[in-house]
């Protein structure tokens, strides 16, 4: 990413100060909303940095807690206005965001320079796996509230649940850190990718073991020399401030400008919010499947998709609590329907090792009709 992407944080501050001056609601909006997608890319690019300074294992782990920080962050704010159904909007928005949207574009973008592509179908279907169980770990709560309607137990029973997810992604986190998973941090290739005029390329997790040397810099030319440690922390610090102070000024704004037109905090959430919170992480996908990097833009889609199901919105339920708004994790049939067509279809696709831009636009039309329920159907919860 180019330095003007980063001269967007800029905005962070210059959104502030519109809401400080009463400027119009949706100028905010938009500044704030901006603002936060350079600012989730530093936030990723600092943590990188760091996980290439403590080693591989610390490293991918503090990859797999930091990977969705922005979205914790808008999401956390949310929840101290109050805005229950746009934060769950946005956890069911970001995961099929991630399996639907940015998968599609990455095999779309990937499928039209390559024909073909082709991926470690083993390696994808431990996090087809992961992913499974946790859509089936949002969906057992919303079933059992249809049958007791006691809100107390259901209460109970998500916080229950918020807690087994919990211990399975640290279950999940030992796994790729300790004994070195499939979804560790991705290490792909320096320098140019294979030629596309042979019309179809290979990567494969062994492949790309044998090319790479040990203390091969995994990043993109381009993006120049490594940072210390005392400046990554210090960008990670500087990043998480200004994400923080972007996501209280674009959540002040969502009540009005979702008034003055007419939509609702449950589109808001599971659209705007969603993509914006995970911007920079989208671009990275999409560039590596432009790269012929396939492995990579699953494992980020995938990953990103499992921690925000066993890590962001677990954690949240914990949270909202301390906040005085308790959310559950019922969430409403139409999301519960998008999600398990998100899951099935990243299973389906992962089976056979090998995608085509046509698999993309089959993905991209489904998130097309997604977003149209989700901006016309009135939802009711439960």
Known sequence: MGRWFYGLIVLSPVAFIARTVALPDLLVFLLAAVSLIPLAGLIGRATEELAHHLGPRAGGLLNATFGNAAELIITLFAIHRGLLTLVKA?????????????????????????????????????????????????????????????????ENLSLLVAGVLLVTYGAYLAYVVLQGGPAAVPVAPTGDPPSPAGGEGRVRGSDLAAEVPPHADPRPEGEGTRWSTRRSLAVLGGATVGAAVSSEVLVSAVEPVSGQFGLSEFFVGAVVVALVGNAAEHFSAVQMAWRNRLDVSLAITAGSSTQIALFVAPLLVFASILLGHPMDLIFVPLELAILGVATALFAYISVDGESNWLEGVQLLAIYLIAGFAFFLVPIQHP
Request: proline fraction near 3%.
């Open 90 to 154: 946005s956890i069911t928005g970001a995961i099929i965001g991630n399996t639907l949207f940015i998968l599609g574009m990455s095999l779309l973008v990937g499928g039209l320079r390559y024909k073909k592509q082709r991926f470690d179908a083993q390696d994808t279907s431990l996090n087809a796996a992961m992913m499974i169980l946790a859509i089936a770990g949002l969906y057992l709560p919303a079933t059992f509230a249809f049958t007791v309607r006691d809100p107390a137990i259901v």
